[in-house]
């Protein structure tokens, strides 16, 4: 989803709905004018049986899906502005109709640094096959209880002004949390071992196509910079220093190494890089 610049001139306020089809936004700028992006995401009228009531979790179920959108939108409306204006816009929400329909005031503010090369480091996460990650700050080894695991993603998001690690739950495995790092996502998966103790099972790391945001989320391996080099070159880059590189779809795995590789899900189109990278200890041949 794209929220087209066009009016010229600088947005003041956003409209966000949802109906029983879909959702939309509304981008009113400070004369006016409104431009309308319809926004992927399924309706408000629940899908049950005809006279089925909606569940006591619909509700929630929409709240989420509205607090999703207002932050697609904030992302691509400052994206807009920024090319545009060379400004960023802060969108400050309010309820008109919790949790469906949303109004936003906006404030324009200096470009982040990040948008510029060489302003600020990213947050460069260095996997290590068979062992686990190196972070700015921290190891995170595939022996690390779940406790420490945890506590090294809050310091993560200490450092990167983000907030808390959000809980999850990950069919297969005992624990799963993740932390924002720019318009990135740092997330752990934990698993019980044979010994009854809870240790690190798996490393994602996952950034959309596009500005990713401050500080940026770089996932390195080998000296790869896995989601910023072209997916093409990456996989080659990989089977001509020997690994056995299975490609299915849009996912490139090399067992190996415990390394899975992801594109956008249809129906996003490709986007000619990988935008998720995993990471788990090598099962055994």
């Given at each position: 989803?794209?929220i087209?610049?066009g009016?010229g001139?600088?947005?003041?306020?956003?409209?966000?709905?949802?109906?029983?089809?879909?959702?939309?936004?509304?981008?009113?700028?400070?004369?006016?004018g409104e431009r309308?992006?319809e926004?992927?995401a399924?309706g408000?009228?629940w899908?049950?049986?005809?006279?089925?009531?909606?569940p006591?979790?619909?509700?929630?179920?929409?709240?989420?899906?509205?607090?999703?959108?207002?932050g697609?939108?904030g992302e691509?409306?400052t994206?807009?502005?920024f090319?545009?204006?060379?400004?960023?816009?802060?969108i400050?929400w309010?309820?008109?109709?919790?949790?469906?329909?949303?109004?936003?005031?906006?404030?324009?503010?200096?470009p982040?640094p990040?948008?510029?090369?060489?302003?600020?480091?990213?947050f460069?996460?260095t996997?290590?096959?068979g062992?686990g990650?190196?972070?700015?700050?921290a190891?995170?080894?595939?022996s690390?209880?779940?406790?420490?695991?945890?506590?090294?993603?809050?310091?993560?998001?200490?450092?990167?002004?983000?907030?808390?690690?959000?809980?999850?739950?990950?069919?297969g495995f005992?624990?799963?949390?993740?932390?924002?790092?720019?318009?990135?996502?740092?997330?752990l998966s934990?698993?019980?071992?044979?010994d009854g103790?809870?240790r690190?099972?798996?490393?994602?790391?996952?950034?959309?196509?596009g500005?990713?945001g401050?500080?940026?989320l770089?996932?390195r391996?080998?000296?790869?910079?896995?989601?910023?080099d072209?997916?093409a070159?990456?996989?080659t880059l990989?089977?001509d220093?020997g690994?056995?590189v299975?490609?299915r779809?849009?996912?490139?795995?090399?067992?190996?190494?415990?390394?899975?590789?992801?594109?956008?899900?249809?129906?996003s189109?490709?986007?000619?890089?990988?935008?998720?990278?995993?990471?788990?200890f090598?099962s055994?041949?």
């Open positions: 989803m794209r087209e610049g009016t001139r600088p947005p003041a306020r956003v409209l966000l709905r949802g109906g029983p089809d879909g959702w939309h936004c509304v981008v009113v700028d400070d004369a006016g309308r992006t926004l992927a399924p408000t009228r899908s049950g049986r005809r006279d089925d009531p909606e006591p979790w619909w509700r929630q179920r929409l709240a989420e899906t509205a607090a999703g959108l207002r697609l939108v691509r409306l994206d807009a502005t090319g545009e204006f060379g400004a960023e816009a802060a400050s309010f309820a008109v109709d919790e949790p469906v329909e949303w109004e936003g005031l906006v404030t324009l503010g200096e982040d990040a948008r510029f090369p060489g302003r600020v480091a990213p460069v996460v996997l290590e096959p062992r990650a190196v972070l700015p700050d190891h995170l080894l595939f690390t209880r779940a406790a420490d695991a945890w506590t090294t993603l809050d310091a993560v998001a200490e450092l990167c002004g983000a907030p808390a690690p959000r809980d999850a739950f990950v069919c005992a624990g799963h949390r993740s932390v924002r790092v720019g318009r990135g996502s740092l997330a934990t698993e019980e071992g044979a103790v809870e690190l099972a798996e490393i994602v790391g996952a950034r959309a196509p500005w990713g401050n500080p940026e770089r996932l391996l080998d000296g790869v910079d896995l989601l910023d072209p997916a070159d990456v996989v990989f089977r220093l690994h056995e299975v490609e779809g849009r996912t490139a795995r090399i067992p190996a190494m415990g390394l899975n590789l992801h594109e956008p899900d249809p129906p189109p490709r986007a000619g890089r990988f935008t998720t990278v995993s990471l788990h090598p055994a041949p």
